[in-house]
Structure formats: C-alpha cells, structure tokens
C-alpha cells in the first residue's frame, strides 16, 4: 500500500495487463492503441477534440514541466512562474537551465497567490508570455487556484500552463472552463498505472504555433513529438510498451468508477488520514481550507523518541509506505491518498502506524 505521493497503489488488473506478447511498437496495433488513448487523455479533462490534443512521451513527469517550458516559449519573451512549493521550483530551475527569462512571484509554502499581484507583474512585464503554476503542490498539499489565474492570465492574452501532474484523474479538470491552454500528467499518479509514460494535454493550435519558436531540445519538444504522432501515429523514439498496455486497462477502470465516485473516494480516504492523525494527536502543516485533499501531513513530534526511519520502516515491513516531507527544517511527513485504495485500507494502515509508535516509544497523543 502506497501513501507516498506516486506512483500510486494500483489494481492487480492493472498490474497484470502489462503482461503481454512481445510487440514491436511499430506495428498498426499498437498505433491504433496510442491513438485512442490519446483521445482517452483529452476526455478525462473534458477536452474538445477540435481545439484540444494530448501528446504523450516516454518519461517520467518532470520531463513534461521541460516540454512545456522550452517548447512553447517563442524568443525574448519570458516565462512568468507562480513559486509556492518545491514543483513549481523545479520549474524555475529547468528554466534556468534553458536560459529561459523568468519573472517569478516567490510566496511562503503556506500562501496562495492574490490576483492583483499576478496583474501588477502582467502589467510591469509586457514581455511575459506564459503563466506557469502548479495545481497541487505535492510537497505541501497546497491547492492553487488555477481557473482564476487562467482567467487573469487570457484577459491579458497571456498562454496558462499548469503542472496538474499531482491532480490529474483525481481532481475534476475541465480544461476550457478553467482556463487551461496545457496540463501535464504522469500515467503513475491519478491513473493508477506504471511509471514511464507521461502526456501533456493542450491546445492544438498553440502547438502548432510553436514550430516557429526556437528548437531548444531534440528529444523533449512538444512540436516535433506531436507532428510525429500526426504524421504517423507513433512517438519519434521507442515509447514504454507494458506500461502502455497497462495504462490502457488503468483508463478503462477510470471510466467504469467515473470521475465524481472517484474524486469522493480520494476525499473521504483523505479525511480517513486525517482524522486519524487528529486521533493520535498529529498537528497539520497547513490549514485545512488550503489543502488539496489529495496530500495530508503530519508534523513530527517535539519527542526524543521520535524517529521517522524507525516509523517508516516498521509500517513498511508491514506493507504500508510512508513518505518524509522535504521541504522545511520543520520535520513533517506526508500520506497520500493517490491509487486503489479505500477507508478500510487507511484503518488498517492506522493500526500498524499505532503499533508502531508503541514500538519505539513515541507517546501519545503526541506532543509538540
Ligand atoms: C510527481 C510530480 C511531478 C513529476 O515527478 P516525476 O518524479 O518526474 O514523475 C511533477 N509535478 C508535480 C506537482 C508532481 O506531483
């Protein structure tokens, strides 16, 4: 059982369909796969096939943050990154590794972003061209409010991508009614499925202006990857087979539970976590009315006992992972609830976490 924020818990279903004959890639079969998930991945945010298009790689998440940045920015122009958590961090850092012009709006962890500030720096900036967030930041749980910073980000005619590789297939996404020209998402984390391929979904038109901005990567660029799957159906390079083949029974079990049974679901083992935390006397990093409800965290105790390794590994030999936070000196860790797993799997989960404070010594309720 997985609580570490992905890859996610997934199905046995899911991990069996992997098993399958050996297939070049290359063959009508397997484009005929790929094309319709690449419709799948449009659907599940809603998407209008005429305006919207996914375009999936072979990769992990991060390197959609890399596609995104450096394709879709045309020359001198600069990218404007809204930074209240360690992803959105990340993208400033594959900007500047690309030495892509940033405007930054630096917040605390703990912060939302206020429209008249994102306004002011639109207005002192004329040369920004895009507006990049994060939708959850994972190492927090925070959720920003994307469908109001798009909204802001198209009345000043600006392009609105968004990191929702942590709320993708868990939160509902309507990708036009919130504003949203790109999303990216990793088959691993919402979907429930393999690691090793990740999809950006966005608009077709904008994609296709990119082909005259400046080629800034041979592998990670949303043009020529896109223009190959028109052209031919298939990824420039060899993309990840099994995980292909799982990732199409993870989307067909997505279907079949629907998009609000299963966003209820994530909530209600959400406040399955934390209301078990609130048992043992854990305190929140954040305050529940900013919380994405995908993400709970846990402060570490004031105790001289306290250990997290020691926590970590007696649940983990128990079959439950649980993952350090990173961010802070202030020592919390976090439980997820990403992937196939319900309220009877958290209580279970509470009665090994339980047994294994006892273990070592950790009074509760816990003090700080
Ligand atoms: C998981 C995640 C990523 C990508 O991480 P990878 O390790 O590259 O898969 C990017 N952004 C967010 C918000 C994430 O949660």
């Known amino acids: 059982m997985l609580l570490n924020p992905g890859p996610a818990t ?15 890639p290359r063959e009508k079969e397997f484009a005929d796969l790929l094309k319709n998930m690449r419709k799948d991945f449009v659907d599940i945010v809603h998407g209008d096939h005429r ?8 990769g992990s998440g991060t390197m959609m943050m890399d596609v995104c940045l450096n394709s879709l920015l ?16 990340r993208a400033k850092e594959i900007c500047q590794c690309y030495n892509l012009p940033v405007v930054e709006l630096k917040l605390q962890y703990n912060e939302r972003p206020e429209l008249n500030a994102i ?9 920004i061209h895009m507006i990049y967030t994060t939708h959850n930041e994972t190492g927090t749980g925070l959720l920003n409010p994307v469908s109001e910073i798009g909204a802001l980000a198209h009345k000043h005619g600006k392009v609105f991508v968004v990191d929702t590789i942590s709320t993708y297939g ?25 690691t090793g391929l990740s999809f950006i979904v966005g608009r077709k038109d904008l994609i296709e202006q990119s082909e005259q901005y400046p080629l800034r990567s041979f592998y990670c660029n949303l043009f020529k990857q896109y223009n190959c799957f028109e052209k031919t159906g298939e990824m420039q390079f060899t993309p990840p087979v099994q995980t292909v083949y799982a990732t199409r029974r993870a989307i067909e079990e997505y279907f079949q539970e629907e998009e609000i049974p299963k966003y209820r679901r994530h909530m209600r083992v959400h406040q399955a976590i934390r209301k078990g935390l609130e048992k043992l006397g854990f305190q929140e990093l954040l305050e529940e009315k900013l919380q994405s409800g995908l993400i709970a965290t846990a402060l570490y105790p004031n105790d001289a006992n306290w250990d997290f390794m020691k926590i970590h590994d007696y649940c983990y030999e128990r079959g439950f992972t649980i993952y350090p936070g990173k961010l802070f000196d202030t020592g ?10 319900d309220v009877p799997d958290i ?10 404070l006892q273990t ?9």
């Open 10 to 24: 997934t199905t046995n279903t899911v991990k069996m369909a992997q098993v399958v004959p050996d297939i070049c």
């Open 360 to 368: 070592h010594n950790v009074k509760t309720p816990i003090k700080y």
């Open 74 to 89: 045309p020359a001198n122009k600069q990218v404007f990154i809204i930074n209240n958590g360690a992803y959105s961090g």
């Open 51 to 58: 305006k919207f298009t996914s375009v999936p790689f072979c």
């Open 347 to 356: 209580e279970a989960f509470f009665k090994v976490f339980e047994k294994a």
């Open 332 to 341: 919390y860790f976090r439980l997820c609830s990403l992937g196939a797993i």
């Open 119 to 127: 306004e002011q720096l639109l207005l002192t900036h004329p040369d």
């Open 170 to 194: 868990l939160l509902p996404i309507d990708i036009e009614k919130d504003n949203i020209d790109f999303c990216m998402a990793s088959a691993q984390k919402g979907l429930a499925s393999m």
